[in-house]
């Protein structure tokens, strides 16, 4: 886990999306309190993302604002789609957010989990729930694999990150080994190793990998690096001409059911509090299951259990900042991570 004090807003419940203007939030962290948000960044942040709100269909819309001052979650979805397609999502994360503590969990559900596909009438991989019915089959079908609830969701597609990462200059990756896809029904590519700065294919090629060892655990991880990464390198971004362009091109391959108001609201929430995040990835076995002996990720139940309690506890409003783990992890004797940066 990655403690993530030098940042001074984050606003994790939106994706990429708002974690890049977390990342120029705090490049510029000099002019931006609570007030000089609403100056600097609150109208560009409502125009670019005014398409980007979409209520999923199967639940009741609510013409108030979402509360965010209470422990909410939020499923995350890093979709990798190309040209019109819906694509599937390669990243699912899991999200508790605790805006009046500032503590953030972050569950990341390895892309072939092999579980219920609520409305397809079929055990399947995790990640063919959003090609198959969208936000609204993939919410639902984690919610039944967690056995918790999700109040909000956000998709972005990857291929956005293309031109952030460009627009950013690159960013950095922890590529120690030349990776190389060359699997005879794989993508074919290249990304050399050791390089200072990689661009935006070069980035997306990083996370699509899917050669290694690891397989799915491993591919999971790479997306959680990923983002931490873009993170880092919007925090250095100090051309302020730039920050419409960079909130354009997210605005443009993001969805949500948070308005933008109250992605505002929760930027200056953010702004006052320090935060915490805490990560976490599924356990399991992969193998090889059914008639057409396919690859599958098969959750270990005793984890899944200990995750389903973690969720409870991190959504309970009367849980101290002393008992907010991971499973397998003691809880802490000292509140750590809401320090001022």
């Not at 953030?104 to 989990?113: A, C, E, G, K, W």
């Not at 969701?153 to 030349?178: C, E, M, R, S, W």
């Not at 299951?289 to 990720?297: D, E, F, K, R, T």
């Amino acid at each position: 886990m990655r403690n993530y004090r030098r940042l001074k807003i984050i606003i994790v419940s939106t994706v990429a999306a708002v974690l890049i203007l977390a990342g120029v939030g705090y490049a510029n962290r000099g002019a931006l309190s609570a007030w000089g948000y609403d100056i600097f960044l609150s109208d560009k942040v409502e125009a670019s993302f005014q398409n980007s709100y979409q209520p999923l269909t199967d639940r009741p819309v609510s013409e108030a604002l979402p509360q965010i001052d209470k422990p909410f979650s939020m499923l995350l979805l890093g979709v990798d789609a190309r040209g019109k397609e819906r694509g599937r999502s390669d990243t699912m994360i899991y999200t508790v957010v605790r805006p009046q503590d500032g503590n953030v969990l972050m569950v990341s559900i390895p892309r072939d989990t092999y579980t219920d596909i609520v409305g397809k009438g079929k055990m399947d991989k995790i990640t063919h729930a959003f090609a198959f019915g969208g936000a609204e089959m993939a919410v639902n079908s984690v919610e039944k694999l967690l056995d918790a609830p999700i109040d909000h969701y956000a998709t972005i597609n990857f291929q956005g990150f293309i031109k952030v990462v460009d627009t950013l200059g690159g960013i950095h990756l922890p590529i120690g080994k030349d990776i190389v896809n060359k699997g005879a029904d794989h993508e074919k590519f290249t990304v050399k190793a050791n390089k200072d700065s990689y661009t935006g294919v070069e980035a997306l090629n990083y996370v699509r990998y899917r050669e290694d060892a690891g397989g799915d655990t491993s591919r999971t991880e790479r997306n959680r690096v990923f983002l931490e990464e873009l993170i880092h390198s919007a925090s250095s971004l100090q051309q302020w001409n730039k920050i419409p362009e960079v909130l354009d091109i997210v605005g443009d391959n993001f969805a949500t059911d948070l308005p933008p108001e109250s992605m505002n609201a929760l930027a200056k929430q953010f702004l006052q509090t320090g935060h915490e995040i805490q990560s976490y990835t599924l356990k399991g076995t992969g193998k090889r299951m059914g008639s057409q002996n396919l690859w599958y990720y098969v959750s270990d139940e005793d984890d899944l259990n200990q995750v389903r309690a973690t969720i409870a506890s991190w959504l309970n409003p009367e849980t101290s900042v002393s008992e907010l783990t991971t499973p397998n992890k003691p809880e802490s004797t000292t509140q750590s991570g809401n320090d001022a940066a």
